[in-house]
């Protein structure tokens, strides 16, 4: 006992504490984890706290794996308690990536790297880090690796082959959103054989979740969305007004009558009402996933047909005569006329309007262009018979040599010069009007022989400089263009409905009515050529009829325009 009593006391142990007494150290680093040496002998990891040594001069050693070694020297007294504290400096070393094949990302503690392998990444701060490399259509690689102070450490990936599926999936509707995996789905792109998560949506159906297992090789899925319906119903005054709604269906748009209560896809949703002698109706609503009520009451139009009006025009003047036509219906076609004027069917013109009493004249179309600029480019009218008439008559005669879009240049400048809206007629709105409410050839009956007392067009005068078959054996006074007006108005107080000029209406043109609408709108389509009526000058009175129809895509000598004014 005595042995070890004496050996302690050599050793710095219970004796010499007793003796001398002793101190303490509260041992800390950052990072932490330190190995710390005391006067050269190992006594922990930071961190390290109440270690007592004996009072006077220590040598504090701390070593960390990815730092230089610090060493400090610390006199503690007796009884006195000491903090020690390291803060590590930083240290670099450089890491290098490389795999097999090349070319893979790469990716240190989650963040995505630039480029893609060999990647050196020097210098780099030393420490423990996770290294992943990938490559599209090779096995996933994940490596932890260690780079040390002033050395450097390669990371080294052999990237298998691993089965691959491609992918082609069918989509209804096809512009819907579809991810695999959060990512964006690609036609013909191609994954590991595996479970994905496919996610499909798009407003106004049900999103899809779905887990889809992909073979090696070609796989075809489908993905088909269910649209969500709401309901809708609509109190329409006048109860009797028709009431159709469009929605958006496989593309375009579906138009369809409505019905009480009717089912209807969520999204937008277009109501249109109409009624004889009120204002059309039309709003944008949007249904959603429960029932949508909507009222619709219609304003009745508070017109007078016959009743002439002029707007002004902003530039100074006024706008050309128009005539308020009212509502009705009519049989448009001939079942006696060309194959192009057939099927024969019943019109409604639930929309009144006003129309030119006369064809635009020279002077009317001259004011456009000198306001717009266009009689810079000059005239495109050739000399004819009509020159030897004053200049207050060649005023008079209707404009010529205009194309279908001049036509609408001139329908837009009357609308921003007056205010209200100026278009060319619909070919039913047109017909509606030449007919004036009757049924015959001509607005004035079918007696061939009385034509020339009602039109202009190609008559014995006008056989006598351009002979050709079948034209009136009488004569109405002129040879080409007349001046408007010069002959009686139909039953509506129009003028030259029939003759003169021809006039361009807003319709494309087709060979037949299969297919035409049942209302006064213009009837659109494949508008390579645009349909013309009333004949010209030097038109037949077999191509002078209320029915007879014709189309062109350019302006010569026998074409013009007639203007119409929504009310």
Excluded at 533 to 544: I, L, M, Q, Y
Aim: charged letters at 25%; one cysteine or more; proline letters at 7%.
């Amino acid at each position: 006992m005595a042995f070890v009593v004496i050996a302690d006391w050599f050793a710095g142990g219970v004796g010499p504490r007793v003796l001398l007494g002793s101190a303490t150290l509260n041992l800390t680093s950052q990072p932490d984890a330190a190995r710390v040496l005391l006067d050269g002998e190992a006594v922990g990891r930071t961190p390290l706290l109440n270690q007592r040594v004996r009072p006077g001069r220590t040598v504090v050693r701390m070593e960390h794996r990815f730092h230089d070694a610090v060493a400090r020297a610390v006199s503690p007294a007796r009884g006195e308690a000491v903090d020690v504290h390291v803060e590590f400096p930083v240290a670099t070393g450089s890491l290098e990536i490389v795999t097999n094949p090349r070319g893979a990302d790469v990716t240190v503690d989650g963040k995505k790297l630039e480029g893609v392998t060999p990647i050196m990444l020097s210098p780099h701060p030393t420490g423990s880090f996770e290294v992943a490399a990938s490559i599209h259509g090779r096995e996933a690689k994940i490596e932890t690796v260690e780079v040390l102070p002033r050395q450097n450490t390669e990371a080294s990936f052999e990237l298998e082959r691993v089965p691959m599926s491609e992918i082609h999936i069918a989509r209804s509707p096809r512009d819907l959103e579809l991810e695999i995996d959060g990512k964006p789905y690609k036609p013909g792109m191609t994954l590991p054989i595996g479970a994905y998560r496919l996610r499909a949506q798009r407003p106004g159906y049900a999103p899809l979740e779905k887990t889809v297992e992909f073979s090696r090789g070609r796989n075809d899925q489908s993905v088909s969305l269910v649209r969500l319906q709401g309901s809708l119903s609509l109190a329409v005054s006048p109860p009797d007004a028709k009431v159709e709604v469009s929605y958006p269906h496989a593309g375009d748009w579906r138009t369809v009558r409505y019905r009480k209560g009717m089912a209807i896809p969520t999204g937008p949703v277009t109501v249109r009402a109409k009624a004889v002698g009120h204002r059309s109706y039309e709003r944008r609503l949007t249904v959603e996933a429960k029932r949508l009520s909507h009222a619709i009451r219609l304003t009745k139009y508070d017109v007078e047909p016959g009743r002439r009006l002029r707007d002004g025009l902003a530039s100074g003047g006024e706008g050309p005569l128009l005539v308020v036509i009212g509502t009705g219906t009519f049989r448009m076609g001939s079942d006696e006329g060309s194959p192009d004027e057939r099927p024969v069917r019943e019109v409604e013109v639930a929309q009144p309007f006003a129309i030119g009493v006369f064809e635009t004249t020279r002077s009317e179309f001259e004011r456009f262009r000198v306001t717009t600029g266009e009689a810079a480019k000059g005239s495109s009218r050739s000399p004819g018979p009509e020159d030897d008439l004053s200049p207050e008559a060649r005023s008079r005669l209707p404009e010529t040599g205009v194309s279908w879009q001049d036509a609408q240049d001139y329908v837009g400048w009357l609308s921003a010069e007056t205010g209200n809206r100026y278009r060319l007629p619909s070919e039913a709105e047109w017909e509606y009007v030449a007919r004036g409410g009757t049924t015959a050839p001509y607005y004035f009956g079918d007696d061939v022989g009385a034509l020339c007392g009602h039109a202009n067009v190609a008559d014995a005068a006008f056989e006598e400089i351009y002979p050709k078959p079948g034209v009136a054996s009488c004569s109405d006074g002129a040879v080409r263009r007349a001046v408007v007006g010069g002959f009686p108005a139909n039953g509506f107080g129009v003028h030259d409905m029939l003759g003169n000029v021809e006039e361009w209406v807003a319709d494309c043109w087709h060979g037949n009515y299969r297919g035409a609408p049942s209302d006064q709108g213009a009837r659109s389509g494949n508008c390579g050529d645009r349909v013309v009526r009333g004949g010209a000058w030097d038109s037949t009175p077999a191509e002078a009829t209320v029915s007879y129809r014709s189309f062109s895509n350019r302006g010569s000598g026998t074409r013009g325009i007639r203007v119409v004014r929504d009310l």
